[in-house]
């Protein structure tokens, strides 16, 4: 696994670079990440929040604060998501699908799927989690 990741938004306009995940990542299906994606679940991992940093476009991502403490930052050009961050838990969550270097783990788990979409139907062993998954420690 490679130590540095990188990663952008759709443009190419965003990029940025972080550290290795910390641990497995997942799939969520929270309806914050159904509205926010557009889609059925976002696929999220965490990484080291001092090992995060914007290499160009800083100056025009936005962001929004979707619940208390957590705020999403996308590209305003066409709306890529690409993290969220928990200041108060100095917590880093990765968009996966907006990472250029591939990584060589595969999903963990389904979360929140208390929430699950009604359009989709997924049969792939991983297991489903009704809520968050624990914290990582």
Known sequence: MTDTLQGSCFCKAVTYECGPLLGAYGH???QTCQKTHSAAFATTGRVDHTSFKWTSGEDIVTYIESSP????????????????????EKATILRIASLDTPIDQT???????????WFFEF????PRLPEAAPKPT
Request: net charge positive.
């Open 69 to 88: 403490g957590k705020r999403r930052h996308f590209c305003p050009k066409y709306g890529t998501h690409l993290m969220a961050e928990l200041p108060a």
């Open 28 to 30: 969520c299906h929270c």
């Open 123 to 126: 049969e792939d062993g991983l």
């Open 107 to 117: 999903a963990a788990a389904h979360i929140w799927t208390s929430h699950k979409a």
